[in-house]
């Protein structure tokens, strides 16, 4: 490069105050026209020596400002090599390679692919990456600023002065990049960025730290660059195998700091977890865990929903390595992991994204598309390609870093209308006049299709609680491309009528049948989530009427009994197996020692028992998502209260019937139509003694008559037992 002999009064300022926007351009050595010239700034020094990494010395540099700016003519140079630099100051004498002889570490076609916004390895480039350098070892930074009139990495190694690491601008595409040598894992820092308008902004963490610190701390973490040692191979190569809507899925949902905590309130570490929750739920018969946001956050009651660090498992556990440990243990266990992940919004921490290089860069400059008022957080900038790389970027880097089996995208009914929450003249219409925003639509669209095109096997989830058309049909058919959506009517409904006393139910017989009208319009998860058992809602169990426990408790079985033979996929949060009777938060462990009374523990069994069948029986898992999976045997006995229907799995496999009483009168000599004569096995009661129940059932089984009732060819004559229910197989 060439340039003056001698930098002017202004350029010297600028160094020295950390304002200059190209340091590159004057620091190092460069061509000049009288010869090659080296310049650096040392901070503490009054004398600077320059030599090769051998230690031969290349120049004395002449002090030109007292802030420590050297400059001095150098030799000349065959190639371009890092500098070493030996400072003498006040404080004693110490050496440093120069952080200005380095060349760039990206390259043409990261800025192509990330200009393009189709970059698919954005977590390879952008962040703090450990790598050797031109012979060295040390840390490459970069980060997107693109309308920042510079950017510098600050942190312990430079004692947090911006000043000593300006970066270098790589015009095309806004990224800021600089490799720091004899940097490593471990270290902290933030970006010390300065606006377009001269403003310095407050530090910001790392869009893309892979690690943080602990809260209330927010400087971003570097990890180490070695993989882990994934034991999951022949479990992934099964994954890749299977269809998710014919097996089973049965899933835990849970936060991490509150399913369980130490004596004095500490949280579990992730090698913890590894050992009892995954133990816990393989013992309960789940086959998916399902966290809570573990993204870095800073505050505890969010839960996790409004994160600052996308790409960093929260420090409140343990590590990187920590969380994968996890996720290694669950798969070795046979247990799914789906991380809730949040690209509906975010918060406005001064350390995180909003107005990130001084600008609305990640979200839109105007409140009616970029502030969002349930939450009060920002909103993602869906149209703009960089943001929706970003958030790609996040997903794949999840599934593939973490070998995550899932993500469960929150609030996606949010994303999906402009007007969500918002009053007339409080939105702004899309292009065609209407309140679809079709930018996050699109978004949507093509992180379900690049997630499915990149690991088969995964799947996504989307939390919609409109009526959405094709929310998990493909991309290619029309579709919003996920693979399941948690079916909010289902929950709505039969919370509401569980809360009804038992004799005013058969008024409102249709919260238990409506939903088969629309069941098979999107491959289903039936949830009951953390969201019905906070602020006010009341826990599972105390949302159930009834006089006494013995009331409560029997539906609240008769209700997971439904729900287990439903079709669709099953989700409960923590504490909800065994009846937890306070609402959760989040600052409090589960009260595991409700599990020493029976009712509880009889709850608990019922849940393990239920989930073992579900695997174990084709015909409640395999057609979940299929309308030939399923068949009324009884939807009109509204005086009774009473519903039955039939699973169906492949041909050959056993059906199951199902039957369900929401009233404590037993139901003796009540009669079903079923499609098969012979024996049919009674495999689980749940007001069988072992789980609480009054012992009422049918004596492990009944032989179906070869009589005609309804459209069947053969009848069932049983005892339904009282707040009950009871599932059957036709064995033959």
């Not at 690690?211 to 190569?237: G, I, N």
Request: charged share 20%.
């Amino acid at each position: 490069m060439s340039g003056r002999d001698r930098l002017s009064a202004e350029e010297c300022e600028a160094i020295v105050t950390g304002q200059h926007a190209d340091p590159f351009a004057i620091l190092g050595d460069h061509d000049t026209a009288s010869g090659r010239m080296l310049r650096a700034f040392v901070p503490g020094a009054h004398r600077l020596t320059a030599t090769d990494l051998a230690q031969a010395p290349l120049a004395e540099l002449s002090l030109i400002h007292p802030a420590g700016l050297f400059e001095g003519p150098a030799p000349a140079r065959a190639a371009r090599a890092p500098i070493r630099l030996v400072a003498e100051g006040p404080t004693g004498t110490w050496a440093q390679i120069d952080p200005y002889s380095f060349g760039p570490v990206l390259g043409p076609l990261d800025d192509y692919y990330l200009a393009e916004g189709s970059h698919l390895r954005l977590f390879d480039r952008l962040g703090a990456h450990p790598l050797r350098h031109e012979g060295i070892t040390g840390v490459h930074f970069a980060v997107w600023a693109p309308n920042a009139r510079r950017v510098a990495v600050v942190g312990p190694f430079n004692d947090w002065d911006g000043r000593r690491h300006v970066m270098r601008k790589r015009v095309d595409t806004g990224v800021f990049e600089i490799f720091v040598p004899d940097v490593g894992p471990g270290t902290l820092y933030k970006f010390e960025i300065i606006g377009a308008d001269g403003a310095r902004l407050p530090l910001k963490a790392d869009p893309f730290a892979f690690a943080s610190e602990m809260r209330p701390a927010t400087a971003s973490k570097v990890t180490s660059p070695e993989p882990f040692p994934w034991t999951d191979t022949a479990y992934l190569t099964a994954r890749a195998a299977r269809d998710p809507r014919r097996t089973p899925m049965s899933i835990y949902e849970v936060h991490l700091g509150s399913w369980r905590q130490g004596p004095d309130g500490t949280f579990k570490s992730y090698d913890d977890l590894a050992v009892e929750l995954v133990g816990y739920a393989r013992e309960m018969g789940f086959t998916h865990l399902e966290f809570l946001p573990v993204s870095e956050h800073p505050y505890d009651p969010s839960w996790g929903y409004q994160p600052t660090g996308l790409y960093a498992p929260t420090a409140r556990f343990g590590d990187p390595d920590g969380f994968a440990r996890l996720v290694d243990a669950a798969h070795a266990a046979g247990l799914g992991v789906i991380l809730d992940w949040v690209p509906a919004h975010f918060p406005t921490d001064a350390h995180g994204l909003a107005r990130f290089d001084g600008t609305a860069l990640y979200e839109h400059e105007d409140p009616r598309q970029g502030y969002h008022p349930d939450w009060n957080t920002a909103i993602y900038n869906f149209g703009r390609r960089e943001v929706a790389s970003y958030l790609i970027n996040n997903a794949l880097y999840w599934l593939e870093r973490y070998h995550i089996d899932g993500l469960r995208v929150d609030a996606v009914a949010s994303m999906l209308y402009l007007d969500y929450s918002r009053k007339d003249g409080e939105w702004i219409p899309n292009r065609d006049g209407g309140n679809a925003n079709l930018e996050a639509i699109d978004f949507l669209k093509r992180m379900n299709a690049t997630v499915y095109a990149q690991h088969p096997g995964v799947i996504t989830i989307a939390e919609e609680s409109t009526s959405w058309p094709g929310v998990s049909k493909p991309v290619h058919e029309g579709g919003l491309g996920f693979g399941f959506k948690w079916n909010m009517g289902f929950m709505h409904d039969t919370l509401a009528y569980m809360k009804r006393d038992a004799v005013h139910r058969q008024y409102h017989h249709t919260d238990l049948t409506f939903g088969m009208l629309y069941a098979f319009s999107e491959n289903f998860v039936l949830p009951y989530s953390h969201d019905e058992v906070v602020h006010g809602k009341a826990s599972l169990v105390e949302k159930m009427s009834g006089a006494d426990d013995w009331q409560k408790f029997s539906s609240l079985r008769a209700l997971y009994g439904l729900m287990w033979g439903y079709p669709g996929k099953k989700l409960l949060f923590m504490g909800q197996e065994f009846g937890q009777r306070r609402e959760w938060s989040e600052a409090r462990g589960l009260d595991w020692d409700l599990l020493a009374y029976a009712p509880h523990k009889g709850l608990s069994d019922w849940v393990r028992d239920l989930n073992r069948l579900y695997q174990d029986t084709p015909a409640l898992h395999a057609r979940d998502c299929e309308a030939d999976g399923f068949r009324w045997a009884v939807v009109d006995d509204q005086a009774q209260s009473v519903v039955a229907f039939l699973r169906f799995g492949a041909p050959g496999d056993a059906p199951v019937l199902i039957v369900v009483n929401f009233t404590p009168l037993p139901r003796d000599g009540y009669q079903i139509g079923v499609p098969r004569g012979g024996y049919w096995a009674e495999r689980l009661n749940s007001d069988a003694g072992v789980y609480g129940g009054s012992g009422v059932g049918n004596f492990g089984g009944v032989m179906a008559e070869d009589i005609a009732h309804g459209d069947f060819p053969a009848r069932l004559t049983i005892t339904v037992p009282p707040l009950g229910a009871v599932f059957l197989e036709g064995t033959g």
